[in-house]
T-cell receptor
Framework: AQTVTQSQPEMSVQEAETVTLSCTYDTSESDYYLFWYKQPPSRQMILVIRQEAYKQQNATENRFSVNFQKAAKSFSLKISDSQLGDAAMYFCAYIARWGGGKLIFGQGTELSVKP | DTGVSQNPRHKITKRGQNVTFRCDPISEHNRLYWYRQTLGQGPEFLTYFQNEAQLEKSRLLSDRFSAERPKGSFSTLEIQRTEQGDSAMYLC???????????????FGAGTRLSVL
């Protein structure tokens, strides 16, 4: 069975600094997608960034980038130049490319940003 | 594009009552998903539809839960004889089918928070 693990329940970063959130996963599939979702206090889940497993190049979206290590089954999120609006719960998620529609989420990391 | 819409946003009910939630997906999306999220946890998959067909159900979806998506548009999730353990946020998401160029991205609604007293 596929699993996603986020080992950091809480993280804190100073405004304008950089923070890295960790995620590991387990799967026997070779073709899959990985995601980071952000869930602000208003509770609506927003996609931050997406990585396709067959692409070696790490995905980037403005201040957000990932470090995807397929062999190690690791998928960390780096947030550069942190802003107050980045404060939220961040979830790492996995989906098999051809395994149906089930997104498997980690337990989440609550990020606080200090002014 | 108005996004995924869920109603009601909050529902308070007494144990033993039936409740029904509604989800309106993004209009061109042919897949619709339901998840349950308890406080401090990640969402857990419940079920999903492709058009009107329910393709997968989690073992979390007990006999008291039923979901429908008539005509492949909006979906309803009904919980019969609610229990206190059903208290959670119920999230709906929608997407395009992966081979329709959907990139396997699920877009989420704001959720319905259920409190069972």
């Amino acid at each position: 069975a596929q699993t996603v693990t986020q080992s950091q329940p809480e993280m804190s970063v100073q405004e304008a600094e950089t923070v890295t959130l960790s995620c590991t996963y387990d799967t026997s599939e070779s073709d899959y997608y990985l995601f980071w979702y952000k869930q602000p206090p208003s509770r609506q889940m927003i996609l931050v960034i997406r990585q396709e497993a067959y692409k070696q190049q790490n995905a980037t979206e403005n201040r957000f980038s990932v470090n995807f290590q397929k062999a190690a089954k690791s998928f960390s999120l780096k947030i550069s130049d942190s802003q107050l609006g980045d404060a939220a719960m961040y979830f790492c998620a996995y989906i098999a490319r051809w395994g149906g529609g089930k997104l498997i989420f980690g337990q989440g990391t609550e990020l606080s940003v200090k002014p | 594009d108005t996004g995924v819409s869920q109603n009601p946003r909050h529902k308070i009910t007494k144990r033993g009552q039936n409740v029904t939630f509604r989800c309106d997906p993004i209009s061109e999306h042919n897949r619709l998903y339901w998840y349950r999220q308890t406080l401090g946890q990640g969402p857990e998959f419940l079920t999903y539809f492709q058009n009107e067909a329910q393709l997968e159900k989690s073992r979390l979806l007990s006999d008291r839960f039923s979901a429908e998506r008539p005509k492949g548009s909006f979906s309803t999730l009904e919980i019969q004889r609610t229990e206190q353990g059903d208290s959670a946020m119920y999230l709906c998401a929608s997407s395009l089918k992966p081979d329709s160029g959907g990139e396997n991205i699920q877009y989420f609604g704001a959720g319905t928070r259920l409190s069972v007293l």
